[in-house]
């Protein structure tokens, strides 16, 4: 898995990249009530807001970690938010996409680095 400072994971499936945002994040969010999701087969370029996610302390924007295609939504958000609260590394995954150069996954922190960046 690979993470960004803005608390998002993204793992790898095929050619595909999973998304998500980290169990810190969730927690620090507090009560999610609400999440709009993205539209699918939508193009966008790192750090577009690609997501809003509202809990009971605030809303905040999930960013597109980097650049490419979303392919795929959880459409399971959309009546239960709060699943992201639940499990926020495994089935609460925000969207799929298609990278335009996977190679960028690279130049993100892997576990022990985030875990610097939020210690």
Known sequence: MKYTEEHEWLRKDGDLVVVGITAHAAEALGEI?????????????????????????????????LDGEIVEVNEALTDNPGLINEDPMEGAWIFKMKLSDPSELDALMDEAAYKAHIA
């Not at 999440?35 to 905040?60: F, M, T, Y």
């Open 33 to 65: 009530v609400f999440v709009e999701l993205p539209d699918v087969d939508n193009e966008v370029a790192k750090d577009d807001e690609v997501v809003v996610i509202e809990s009971v302390k605030a809303a905040s924007d999930i960013l597109a970690p």
